[in-house]
T-cell receptor, first 115, second 116 residues
Framework: DADVTQTPRNRITKTGKRIMLECSQTKGHDRMYWYRQDPGLGLRLIYYSFDVKDINKGEISDGYSVSRQAQAKFSLSLESAIPNQTALYFC??????????????FGPGTRLTVL | AQKVTQAQTEISVVEKEDVTLDCVYETRDTTYYLFWYKQPPSGELVFLIRRNSFDEQNEISGRYSWNFQKSTSSFNFTITASQVVDSAVYFCALSEADNAGNMLTFGGGTRLMVKP
């Protein structure tokens, strides 16, 4: 089974709808991240969480909100979806930093289309 | 602020050709980490390599090699004898050591098309 899972994998919705993307992990990591990927822009950080009570905005948080329901679950919500939120969304996890960099482990991605 | 630039948006080669993907980065930190990821058509991100700023040795892994040069702030990726299965989008990324959240800054990606 995959260590980081995302649901749904694909979603088509309409402008103005509320959408939730979910991420679950079995790696036991404290840190979780949400990125979006747009052509030519690479991945950009939306939100990140160090633990259940610690949520932080990333580079492009406007129009998004998140919920860390448990150590293993981190959800991304679009309260009122708009077409320019059409993108590929990735969840990632990492362990607490030790002496060296702690690698981020990515989920398979959710492709969201807003019509 | 940290920044990663991949100036080549698309590269097309014929199978068995060698190809180099360029990556130039900006950072004020003396300690940082550089990465390459592969994104095949299926969409997932595949980790290829991590390099820390104190290790400038070039690395070779099969047909893949990486050239890290701090003097030019570059971390280029070469595929030797390219194959059709190498067709993908490749991302270079950077993380500064004093970045408490381990956040990654990605370049825009280079789409590599290898034709038979």
């Amino acid at each position: 089974d995959a260590d980081v899972t995302q649901t749904p994998r694909n979603r088509i919705t309409k402008t103005g709808k509320r959408i939730m993307l979910e991420c679950s992990q079995t790696k036991g990591h404290d840190r979780m991240y949400w990125y979006r990927q747009d052509p030519g822009l690479g991945l950009r950080l939306i939100y990140y969480s160090f633990d259940v009570k610690d949520i932080n905005k990333g580079e492009i948080s406007d129009g998004y909100s998140v919920s860390r329901q448990a150590q293993a679950k981190f959800s991304l919500s679009l309260e009122s979806a708009i077409p320019n939120q059409t993108a590929l969304y990735f969840c990632a996890t990492s362990d607490l930093p030790r002496e060296d960099y702690n690698e981020q482990f990515f989920g398979p991605g959710t492709r969201l289309t807003v019509l | 602020a940290q920044k990663v630039t991949q100036a080549q948006t698309e590269i097309s080669v014929v199978e068995k050709e060698d190809v180099t993907l360029d990556c130039v980065y900006e950072t004020r930190d003396t300690t940082y980490y550089l990465f390459w990821y592969k994104q095949p058509p299926s969409g997932e991100l595949v980790f290829l390599i991590r390099r820390n700023s104190f290790d400038e040795q070039n690395e070779i892994s099969g047909r893949y090699s990486w050239n890290f040069q701090k003097s030019t702030s570059s971390f280029n990726f070469t595929i030797t004898a390219s194959q059709v299965v190498d067709s993908a989008v490749y991302f270079c990324a950077l993380s500064e050591a004093d970045n408490a959240g381990n956040m990654l800054t990605f370049g825009g990606g280079t789409r590599l098309m290898v034709k038979p």
